[in-house]
């Protein structure tokens, strides 16, 4: 079969095969090769994103979806705790349980939104697949936890400073020491809204991330609001390890007539440290989520 015909089927079988390049010494070099080398003009990768920007877009896009359920929200929390002094006027009169249950109280308004809400939240995110949408988003996994906690723990001042008020009130206390709670409420925040996510995104199930909500809101009512003189030593124990109780703490100490404001001051740094630990930790299972 002579070379012509050798050709012709060689093309009809394979009609998209490339042709050989010439090997001569006046051949052009091949187009993969040249196109090997980097092209200068190639436009540059954008830079990665900002931790504090980021940050803040994700705060004001949570804040504004939540901004439809704030007087819902506010009331049910405040109506809560604003109902638990009421029924524990009955049987304090007052001290250091009066001191306790007000202290408790305030702080139950932050444990409600920024532990219960916000496992339910994390938890309906991971269950309807809305982790994919900010796993696709070029931010810091920091920085959609932070700002979610955020944006609900923002919501938390204005009730807490109501049942802190109401309770002066009922148990004729002092509030010239009310201007701690701009320190114990994004602390106490943080520390329960770090812990509420984490519960959310490692539960396995929405139901579940539900029920350890209520039952982490649970703990910090009873352990938070009862006064600790009249509880067992191991329930005690367990009140050390739950965030909120620090928090706590650092207030009730506000209405002594000479508060010892190095304890205050130590508590607030405890909260802190957990605050910074639960959110490193819901960091981390936000993470874990959004790659399954």
Known sequence: MSDRSTGAVRAALAPDAPTAPATGAGAEPAAGTAGCAQDPHAAPLAPRARFFPSLAAVYRAQLSRARVARIPLL?????????????????????????????GSSVLVVAFVALNLLAQYFGQLRAGGGLDHYATLPVPPASVVLG????????????????????????GLPMSGLWILAAVVPLAGAALAGLGAALGLLAPRQELATLAGQLGM????????LPPERMPAVIVWAR???????????????FEASPDWAAVVLDLGVCAAVGVLSLAVATWAYRRAAVR
Request: charged share 10%.
């Open 75 to 103: 009331f049910v929390a405040t109506f809560q705790s604003v109902g638990i002094m009421i029924l524990m006027r009955g049987v304090v009169d007052g001290g250091s349980e009066a001191r306790a249950v007000v202290a």
């Open 218 to 225: 649970s703990a910090a009512l009873l352990l938070g609001v």
């Open 148 to 171: 979610a906690a955020a944006a609900y723990a923002s919501f938390t001042l204005p009730g807490t400073l109501v049942t802190a008020v109401f309770g002066c009130l009922l148990f």
């Open 240 to 254: 050390d390890l739950l965030p909120s109780t620090y928090g706590v703490e650092a207030f009730a100490r506000t």
